[in-house]
């Protein structure tokens, strides 16, 4: 069995949210286990997937399915890591294939997102890219392959036009836009970028 310690955890911190963290450390607190421990103990129950995994933690050792889903979802990005399944650039394997059209649009955002200052930064998921400074101000989805979805953290501003509510498509946003081109990438989106960016 690999053993998954704490240098895993700090390449994992970047990719992790803030609110991620914050459950891992309150996992650690309520159980008297590192996370590692618990990765240990899910790789030990002779459990491959994920849902069985879930179930395991809950009945076995009385989590609730929150810790018990993202203790299995750690162990499972652990696995994939060690075996190349994660690609090494996840910018890149984002925008590749019938999606690779729409890498000048996320390149746009970034540039720009990087001139507001030197605490910007990109942090990059599965299926979206995280821009950040003291916490999530947007990120960038490539939704479809012929639509960019820009999530913002805009706080008491009102929805109106392009700038429409996040609603169910992605709960850490306030708001989303749609583009489809750079060219949407215009003066009205990078105002909406900067004023999340301040409020951050």
Known sequence: M???DRSDETKMSDKIDQATQNMIKNLEEMTGRTM???IA???????EKVRARINFLKSEHGLTYGYANLIAMLA??????ASGAVPDNLVDALYAGDKADLRPIYNKILAAAMKFGPDVVESPKRTYISLRRNKQFALVQPTTKTRVDIGLVLKDTEPAGRLEPAGSWNSMCTHRVQVESADGV???LLSWLKKAY???
């Open 186 to 188: 215009d003066q009205e």
């Open 41 to 47: 103990v899910v790789e030990a129950s002779g459990e």
């Open 2 to 4: 690999d053993q998954f």
């Open 76 to 81: 499972k990005d652990k696995a994939e890591t």
């Open 36 to 38: 590692a421990e618990w």
């Open 198 to 200: 301040d409020a951050a």
